[in-house]
C-alpha cells in the first residue's frame, strides 16, 4: 500500500482527495498548509512516495511547497492541483521539476491515473538510483581486486636479476591497465643458469590467478631436490610435462599458457630450452639473428601434451632477448610494432650492452604506442660476456 501526502488550505478539498484515494488503499496523509506539509513530509520521507499539493495557499504557494521538496528529495513525484486560467504557474510547476498538473475540480479517474504514474516514475528512479549504487559499489570492490591483482603480480617479479660472472642480464617488466599474466625470471641451478619468460592467454583476475599458479611451479622446482638436474633432457620435458598438467587441471577449457624456457650451461654456453607456443625469441649470435621458433603446443590446453627440447650453441658476446606478444602487438593506427623492429633493434644495438639494448627496446616501444598499451610489456636479456 503506498503512502501518499496531500497538502491543501481547503480541509473540504483535503478530505474529498482523502475518500477518493483511500477507496483505491492507498495510506494518505493530510496537511491544511504548506508548511506543515513539509513537517509531515520530514518526518515520514522514507515511505511517502508521491505528494499531491494545492498551487494556491498562503504563505507558502505550491510552488514553494515543491521547491522545498524537491530539495530535501529530488526523486519524489509531486503533483500540482490549479485553478483554471492559472496556465502560467502550471507551466512554471513543470520547469521546476512537478511531476505534471491537475486542474481542479479535480476528476477522480483523472487523479488516479496520474498518481500510479507518478509512483511508479517514482519507484524507478528509486530502483535506478539502488542500481546504480550497486553498480558503483560492484565497480569499487572489482577495482579493489584488479589493484590487488596488479600488485600481486609486481610482487612475483623478481626484486633484482642474479649476479653471475660472464653473463649479465636486464628486463623490463610493465603490467598493463587491464592486469596482464606475463612473468620471467632467471636463477642458478648448479653449473647452469635458468630462466623463462610466459604468457597466460587472459586478463584482470583470473590471469593473475594463473600467473600464480604457474609461477609457484617454477619456483617450486628452483629449489625442489629431484630436479636439480632438470638442465638433462629427461628431467627438463618432466618439468614441462608436470608444468602443463598443473595448468590443465586447475584450469578451464579455453585458459592456457605460452612458455619460453631455457638452461645454459655456464661451462660450454650450451642452451637447451623448449618453447610451448610461444611467439619466436631472438638470439643475436656473431652478428646473426637466429629466431628461436615454437617447439611444442601451449600449456594448459592438452593433457597428453608432448614437448621437444633444442639446442643452440652460444659464443662469447651472444644477446638472447626473450619477450611476450605485449611487445610485437603494440599498435600505432593500423600497424604493429611487430619482430621487424625488434630484429632492427637488436641488430643496431649490436655493439652495446643488453642493458642499453633493452633500452632502447623499450622507448621505442613506448613511443610507438604513444602511451597507450594493451597488454603487459616484459622484456628479459641475456648477454653472455
Not at 521547491?67 to 507551466?91: C, F, Q, W, Y
Not at 507518478?118 to 579493489?144: F, P, W
Not at 633493452?358 to 604506442?369: E, F, H, K, Q, V
Amino acid at each position: 500500500m503506498s503512502k501518499i501526502l496531500v497538502i491543501d488550505d481547503e480541509i473540504s478539498i483535503l478530505e474529498n482527495i482523502k475518500f477518493i484515494l483511500e477507496l483505491e488503499n492507498y495510506e494518505v496523509l493530510t496537511a491544511d498548509g504548506g508548511e506543515k506539509g513539509i513537517e509531515v513530509f520530514k518526518k515520514d520521507i522514507a515511505s511517502i512516495e508521491a505528494i499531491i499539493t494545492d498551487m494556491k495557499m498562503p504563505q507558502l504557494s505550491g510552488i514553494d511547497v515543491l521547491r522545498k521538496i524537491k530539495s530535501i528529495n529530488p526523486e519524489i513525484s509531486v503533483i500540482i492541483l490549479t485553478g483554471h486560467g492559472d496556465m502560467e504557474n502550471a507551466i512554471t510547476s513543470m520547469k521546476e521539476g512537478a511531476f505534471d498538473y491537475l486542474n481542479k475540480p479535480v476528476k477522480a479517474d483523472k487523479l488516479l491515473i496520474t498518481l500510479e504514474n507518478a509512483i511508479n516514475k517514482t519507484k524507478l528512479i528509486k530502483e535506478n538510483k539502488r542500481l546504480q549504487d550497486d553498480l558503483v559499489k560492484k565497480n569499487e570492490y572489482l577495482q579493489g581486486l584488479h589493484n590487488a591483482a596488479q600488485k600481486i603480480l609486481l610482487n612475483l617479479a623478481p626484486d633484482k636479476l642474479p649476479n653471475i660472472p660472464n653473463f649479465r642480464f636486464a628486463s623490463e617488466y610493465k603490467s598493463c591497465d587491464k592486469v596482464g599474466g606475463d612473468m620471467y625470471d632467471v636463477f642458478e641451478v648448479g653449473d647452469h643458469i635458468g630462466f623463462y619468460v610466459f604468457d597466460v592467454c587472459s586478463h584482470g583476475i583470473l590471469a593473475s590467478v594463473i600467473t600464480m599458479i604457474l609461477k609457484t611451479f617454477l619456483e617450486n622446482a628452483k629449489y625442489n631436490s629431484t630436479l636439480e638436474n632438470s638442465y638433462a633432457s629427461d628431467m627438463f620435458i618432466k618439468l614441462i610435462r608436470n608444468l602443463n598438467l598443473e595448468l590443465y587441471a586447475n584450469t578451464g577449457n579455453n585458459i592456457f599458457a605460452t612458455l619460453f624456457m631455457g638452461y645454459i650451461n655456464k661451462n660450454d654456453h650450451t642452451m637447451n630450452y623448449i618453447s610451448a607456443g610461444h611467439i619466436d625469441q631472438l638470439a643475436l649470435i656473431n652478428n646473426e639473428i637466429t629466431p628461436l621458433k615454437s617447439t611444442a603446443t601451449m600449456l594448459g590446453l592438452f593433457e597428453e601434451a608432448e614437448f621437444q627440447i633444442e639446442t643452440l650453441k652460444l659464443s662469447k658476446g651472444t644477446k638472447l632477448l626473450l619477450f611476450t606478444d605485449g611487445i610485437t602487438e603494440v599498435w600505432n593506427k593500423d600497424k604493429m610494432f611487430g619482430n621487424e623492429n625488434i630484429i632492427e633493434i637488436l641488430k643496431n644495438t649490436s655493439p652495446f650492452d643488453i642493458t642499453s639494448t633493452l633500452n632502447t627496446l623499450t622507448d621505442a616501444l613506448y613511443s610507438y604506442a604513444e602511451g597507450s598499451l594493451d597488454d603487459d610489456v616484459t622484456i628479459l636479456g641475456i648477454e653472455l660476456l
